[in-house]
């Protein structure tokens, strides 16, 4: 099985932009999670998704939101960015059902902001 | 409510000693843990869970951990290490609702 992949793998942005994080998860796997992992804070909880709906979500401001598709792949927006926003976001993948199921993460993106 | 704490954010060791890693968690429900792996620009792997089962688990890469109900505690631990073991380290628990809280890390260096 192809692994959670994430695009693109950088990107640079200045203030004030948009962007869009794209996350495709491992074939069957329903939810779809979104983390920000910045040095010395960890990995941070975005939210997560499960069969096209929002059914976690994280301390996040507004700025920052998602979608799921019908194919179970995921987008995260953040708009109106700001410097602190530079970060390694992760996607990561489980079947969604049972406390026991593993996510598998992808890659990440890594976003500045300049 | 679901936490974890990472005690050490950095830890050292020798190539060939012990490698100790410590998580303490917090769980209003009985816990499932995890420890995951990150290397260097890379995404998260996991190495082992404990879901209620055997209290010591065994994982990839020689890892291990013991569950501790009485000590709230996940500790990871590996007999010997080795220089391809460097990376940081993350202990998390899942609440019912399927939502992981992770905790901020151990970056483990070994010297040769």
């Known amino acids: 099985k192809a692994g959670v992949t994430q695009t693109p793998r950088y990107l640079i942005k200045t203030r004030g932009q948009q962007v869009t994080l794209s996350c495709s998860p491992i074939s069957g796997h329903r939810s779809v999670s979104w983390y920000q992992q910045t040095p010395g804070q960890g990995l941070q909880f975005l939210f997560e998704y499960f069969s096209e709906t929002q059914r976690n979500k994280g301390n996040f401001p507004g700025r920052f939101s998602g979608r799921q598709f019908s194919n179970s792949r995921s987008e995260m927006n953040v708009s109106t960015l700001e410097l602190g926003d530079s970060a390694l976001y992760l996607c990561?993948?489980?079947?969604?059902?049972?406390?026991?199921?593993?996510?598998?993460f992808g890659p990440g993106t890594r976003l500045t902001v300049l | 409510a679901q936490s974890v704490t990472q005690l050490g954010s950095h830890v050292s060791v020798s190539e060939g000693a012990l490698v100790l890693l410590r998580c303490n968690y917090s769980s209003s429900v009985p816990p499932y843990l995890f420890w995951y792996v990150q290397y260097p620009n890379q995404g998260l792997q996991l190495l082992l869970k404990y879901t209620s089962a055997a209290t010591l688990v065994k994982g990839i890469n020689g890892f291990e951990a013991e569950f501790k109900k009485s000590e709230t505690s996940f500790h990871l631990t590996k007999p010997s290490a080795h220089m391809s073991d460097a990376a940081e380290y993350f202990c998390a628990v899942s609440d019912p609702g399927n939502q992981f809280y992770f905790g901020t890390g151990t970056s483990l260096t070994v010297i040769p």
């Open positions: 990561a993948s489980s079947s969604g059902q049972g406390r026991n199921n593993e996510q598998f």
